[in-house]
């Protein structure tokens, strides 16, 4: 299994950014890709996050929900976060991770906890400058 995210950059505040991750080794379908971020000094929070086996439903942080969107190409395997109206507080590492999913995999516990998630990319940096 491997996850690859491209896409990190340096960018205005108020700029946007769409950043990549490549999956490979599994079977997409029934994974639940989400991205995260971690800054200097924070712990690792959920951005977003598409549930393949929940036919594409997505979730996002409060903090991005309008601003960003997840969306994935299956049959490339590819999973997309779309940031627009960059802030600071947006810098961080950015990091796609997966988890096999169902239908109610978050039911219980939801999907921004990172500990559920089984495979994690090497992260892509995003900086926002004034």
């Known amino acids: 299994v491997q996850l690859v995210e491209s896409g990190g950059d340096s960018v205005q505040r108020g700029g946007s950014l769409t950043l990549s991750c490549a999956a490979s080794g599994f079977t997409f379908d029934n994974y639940a890709v989400g991205w995260f971020r971690q800054a200097p000094g924070k712990e690792r929070e959920g951005v977003s996050c598409?549930?393949?086996?929940?036919?594409?439903?997505?979730y996002y942080a409060t903090n991005v929900e309008g601003r960003f969107t997840i969306s994935s190409d299956n049959a490339k395997k590819m999973v997309y976060l779309q940031m627009n109206s960059l802030e600071f507080e947006d810098a961080a590492v950015y990091y796609c991770?997966?988890?096999?999913?169902?239908?109610?995999?978050?039911?219980?516990?939801?999907?921004?906890?990172?500990?559920?998630?089984?495979?994690w990319g090497q992260g892509t940096q995003v900086t926002v400058s004034s």
């Open positions: 598409i549930n393949h086996a929940d036919d594409g439903t997505t």
């Open positions: 991770a997966a988890v096999l999913s169902t239908r109610d995999r978050f039911i219980y516990t939801g999907w921004g906890d990172s500990t559920l998630y089984e495979y």
